[in-house]
Each structure stands twice: as structure tokens, then as C-alpha cells.
């Protein structure tokens, strides 16, 4: 009886299948059937396995040299040994990948006048820290303050780099590390008052601290600080902590590069295009934070509030989940960088927050593409998406209190709504503004596809239709 029950079964499909081919045009339908039966050991050949071996001639060296220190650094060295050996290695690391001398150059003029810049600052504290009065102290980080003015010398040479001093390939080389180096001074400066500013062994191990040198994230001093006086032992969990890293790495690039185009083929529409370009521009950002991640592992770091956790091996620089199944763009924002995320926040977010909240957003997004250098597709996608998370959690407050519905991109920590959350209504409202989010992240990526530079941005969102000009603009009709 089974096994006339299977045959039926697969009577039934061969003959779905049959209507189906009977609908598509012959030529069309061969030229899917050859799409789809493409030779997947051959993609695995001229695709997969290139760009692991790609990936592994590029990092091996990293992930050596940091396993050398975190294992070293087990041992509770004196505090010099461990700062010393941290700028050894991460010079290492700098001779070891990037090619052009000229930005080594670059790199080190940098950090060496970064350095007489800290003592100028340490001088001037000092001489005027008898003169302050104790409220003045608690109001010393303004847009004037040292801190603020190193974050601006650091944009300036940024955008000079960008557009005049240095060639695109050279700068595109160095950009990273100079950005993660800006950060690392600003917040240093920011935090330790002039007095407490470290010396020359502990600068010099912060700046050059192997697990971040290339790729970040940024971690504060305290953080660095946290290996020296707290060493972390190394285990099993450290080295599963490494590989899976390593893995989540592999696993992406491999879509950035290979998957996302096989399974979206060039003559699909504009829109599955353009979610295939944002996707392999996504997948190649987790790459590096996963990279990056492993990294810093392997150098013996994880997250600030788990460092006595001896089977805890993570360092969350990414949330992939909430940005592919985004809430919200503020949420994306949120989870994109988180490290990138907290230092905005701490040191260019709040400072403005006093002028305004629409101000001190549109300025930190516009802070951060000014650290990415002033590039004109970079900072077209980072002013738009803080525009349009804005707007969106005005429009969501605007809904939220119209209808007395919980669908704010944060949830009530105590909801009074009269439609909770968890309701149906809710959950398809909250599913829309998803889906919205989804579509944005679509228009915004497709600007980061080398066909941008070729096309230009027009054409790119003009192959979109403008949609999400269309939605902010009815937004904000709502909430004006």
C-alpha cells in the first residue's frame, strides 16, 4: 500500500512539473535548467576554494603572531614586557600586509606625532588642572575639549589622505588602520585626564596591539589594559573561540564572493539585483568582523564583562541575525559595528546631544563618514541611513501614541499600551516596517557595489525606482 502511495506521489510531481514546463517558454526554461544544474565541483574549483586560499595566504601570519602573544601573555608578563612585545608584534603585523611603503610611511609619521601630541596635552592638563574649578572639570569634554580636537585634526587629515596626499590604492590600503588609530587616541585622550595619560611603552603597546591593528575593532584602554593586570588562561574554549571565528569568516566571504551570485543570476529584476549586490556587500563586512574577531582571540581578548569567564571566547563586533532580519535601521545601526557603535555614541553622540537629538544624530553619522574619509558613496549611505532611522523612530512614536499600539523600533520596558506587543495586529505592523527596513538596506547597499563607481549613484537608485526616497518622504509627511 506504501508503495503505490509513492508512485502517486511521484506521478503527482512529475506531472506539476510538466504543467510548470509547459508555461515557460522552451528556450527560456533550458537556459534556467542549465542556470541551476551548473556544475557545483566547478564553482567549488573557480570559486570556493580560491577564495579560502585567498583568505588563508592573507591571514595566516595574523592569526600566528596573535596566538604567539595570547599565549605569551598567559604567563602574567611585567607590565613594559607586555607593551613592548604587543608593539613589536603588531609592527610585525604591518610589515607583514600592507605593501605599499608609502603608507607604512604614512602609518608610523602618524603614530610618532600622535605620541608628542599626548605629551602636549599631558603638559597642558597639568599646568591648568590647579586653575580648574571641580565643576569645570565635569565639563571639560566639549566640542572644544582636546579630545574633540584630535578627532578633528584626525578628519582633516583623513579627507586630505582621501582626496589629495595619497593615491586611492595606498589610501584604501591604510584607511582602516588609520581610522581604528583615530579612535584609539580620541578615546584615550577623552578618558584619562592629562596627569593619567599613559607613557611611552603603554601608548605605543595600545596603538600597535596586534589583534586590532589591521582590521579593529576598537577597544578602549581600559579594555587593553584588562590583558596586562587580568591575564586570561588559554583552554580548549579558546581555541574552539578561534576556529569558529575563523569559520563564520570562511562561510561569508564565500557568500560575498560566489553563493550570492549563483543563486541570483545576472538577467533576474532590478530588485533581486540589487539585494544580491547588498548581500555580498554585507557578507564581505562579517567577513572582516569575523576576521577580526578571531583576531583578537587569538591575542587573548573577548568581551569586557565576560574576561574571568574561562569558557566564554567571544567578542561580539556584528549582530548578523538583526541586521538580515532587521527591526529597524536604528537596530542595523546598533548592530553593524557594535565597537564603532559604542564609541560614537560615547564620544560624539552625547556630546552633541545637548543641541539637539536630530542634530546629534545627523552629526555622528556625518563623524563617521568623515572618518571613512569624505568618500562620496560611503557618506551618501551613512548621512541616509541616520536621516532614515530617524525618521523612522519618529514615525513609529507617531504610530505608537495615534493608536495606542507597542510597535517603537525599542520595546516599553513597562508597556501601557492598550495593543500589546505580542499581539497580532502588532506583529504585522512590526513585520511591515521589517520588511521596509529590508527594502532600505537593499537601496543603501547597491551604492557600495563597484558598479556604483561605473554607473553612478542616480542610475543605481534610479534602477530601484527611488523607493526609499518615496517612503522617507512619506514619512516624513506624517510626522511634520
Excluded at 592629562?194 to 611603552?201: I, V
Excluded at 563586512?285 to 582571540?297: G, K, N, P, T
Excluded at 532580519?325 to 564620544?347: C, D, F, G, R
Amino acid at each position: 500500500m506504501k508503495g503505490n502511495e509513492t508512485v502517486m506521489i511521484f506521478k503527482f510531481f512529475d506531472r506539476f512539473f510538466n504543467d510548470i514546463r509547459s508555461f515557460l517558454d522552451p528556450h527560456k526554461y533550458e537556459l534556467l535548467q542549465s542556470y541551476f544544474e551548473t556544475n557545483l565541483a566547478e564553482l567549488w574549483e573557480n570559486c570556493i576554494l580560491e577564495s579560502i586560499k585567498s583568505v588563508f595566504t592573507s591571514v595566516y601570519k595574523g592569526i600566528v603572531l596573535n596566538i604567539i602573544f595570547g599565549l605569551l601573555t598567559s604567563f602574567g608578563l611585567p607590565g613594559i614586557l607586555f607593551h613592548w612585545l604587543s608593539t613589536l608584534l603588531g609592527v610585525c603585523m604591518l610589515f607583514t600586509t600592507v605593501q605599499s611603503s608609502t603608507g607604512l610611511i604614512v602609518v608610523f609619521v602618524t603614530f610618532l606625532s600622535s605620541f608628542f601630541i599626548i605629551c602636549f596635552n599631558k603638559y597642558v592638563q597639568s599646568r591648568w588642572a590647579l586653575k580648574q574649578q571641580p565643576e569645570a572639570k565635569k565639563t571639560t569634554r566639549s566640542w572644544l575639549s582636546c579630545a574633540s580636537c584630535s578627532q578633528y585634526g584626525s578628519i582633516v587629515l583623513f579627507v586630505l589622505c582621501e582626496y589629495l596626499l595619497l593615491e586611492k590604492e595606498t589610501w584604501l590600503e591604510i584607511r582602516g588602520i588609520m581610522m581604528v588609530f583615530s579612535m584609539k587616541l580620541t578615546s584615550l585622550i577623552a578618558d584619562l585626564p592629562g596627569p593619567n595619560l599613559p607613557g611611552l611603552s603603554a601608548y605605543f603597546g595600545y596603538m600597535f596591539c596586534p589583534g586590532n591593528i589591521l582590521f579593529g575593532p576598537w577597544i578602549s584602554f581600559e579594555h587593553y589594559m584588562m590583558q596586562v593586570n587580568f591575564p586570561t588562561r588559554k583552554n580548549l574554549h579558546w581555541l574552539y573561540g578561534i576556529i569558529r571565528a575563523l569559520m563564520c569568516a570562511v562561510i561569508f566571504v564565500t557568500i560575498s564572493n560566489c553563493w550570492a551570485s549563483y543563486f541570483i543570476s545576472e538577467d533576474s529584476n532590478s530588485f533581486l539585483l540589487g539585494y544580491q549586490e547588498a548581500l555580498s556587500f554585507r557578507s564581505s563586512h562579517y567577513f572582516v568582523c569575523y576576521l577580526s574577531e578571531a583576531f583578537m582571540i587569538a591575542g587573548g581578548y573577548k568581551d569586557f564583562a565576560y574576561h574571568f569567564e574561562e569558557a566564554y571566547w567571544k567578542l561580539s563586533i556584528t549582530n548578523v541575525w538583526a541586521i538580515e532580519l532587521p527591526m529597524s535601521l536604528a537596530v542595523v545601526a546598533t548592530n553593524w559595528n557594535k565597537p564603532m557603535h559604542e564609541y560614537l555614541k560615547k564620544y560624539v553622540y552625547r556630546l552633541w546631544l545637548p543641541s539637539g537629538k536630530f542634530r546629534a544624530v545627523l552629526l555622528t553619522f556625518v563623524t563617521s563618514s568623515l572618518f571613512h574619509g569624505l568618500e562620496l558613496k560611503v557618506s551618501t549611505v551613512l548621512v541616509c541611513l541616520g536621516v532614515f532611522s530617524y525618521l523612522q523612530i519618529l514615525v513609529r512614536d507617531y504610530i505608537s501614541q495615534a493608536f495606542d499600539i507597542c510597535v517603537k523600533v525599542y520595546p516599553c520596558k513597562s508597556c501601557q499600551h492598550e495593543i500589546k506587543r505580542d499581539s497580532i495586529v502588532s506583529k504585522l505592523t512590526l513585520l511591515t516596517f521589517s520588511l521596509f527596513t529590508a527594502l532600505h538596506l537593499v537601496f543603501l547597499g547597491v551604492l557600495m557595489d563597484e558598479s556604483a563607481a561605473e554607473v553612478g549613484i542616480f542610475q543605481k537608485w534610479n534602477d530601484l525606482y527611488f523607493c526609499s526616497l518615496w517612503i522617507m518622504f512619506v514619512n516624513f509627511l506624517l510626522v511634520k
